[in-house]
């Protein structure tokens, strides 16, 4: 059962939700957002740990934009 529900995002962009469930202290994120997909159903210690992975992945898949000519 969820016990509930946080939204994980960056620079404004929803990436996905970390869950709670019942019996356990631990938090699974379910993915939205393709450049976080590779962790869709990871579970974390903590929302902190889990922000911090995702936000770490998403910058690292984020395309870097050109250079000014």
Same mark, same amino acid.
């Given at each position: 059962?969820? =016990?509930?529900?946080?939204?994980?995002?960056?620079?404004?962009?929803?990436?996905?939700?970390?869950?709670?469930?019942?019996?356990?202290?631990?938090?699974?994120?379910?993915?939205?957002?393709?450049?976080?997909?590779?962790?869709?159903? *990871?579970?974390?210690?903590?929302?902190?740990? =889990?922000?911090? %992975?995702?936000? *770490?992945?998403?910058? %690292?898949?984020?395309?870097?934009?050109?250079?000014?000519?």
């Amino acid at each position: 059962m969820l =016990l509930d529900s946080t939204i994980i995002e960056v620079d404004g962009v929803f990436l996905g939700t970390a869950i709670l469930f019942a019996g356990g202290r631990l938090l699974r994120f379910y993915a939205v957002h393709d450049s976080v997909r590779a962790l869709h159903d *990871q579970i974390l210690p903590d929302l902190d740990s =889990l922000r911090r %992975k995702v936000g *770490q992945h998403f910058r %690292k898949m984020a395309p870097v934009p050109p250079r000014p000519a």
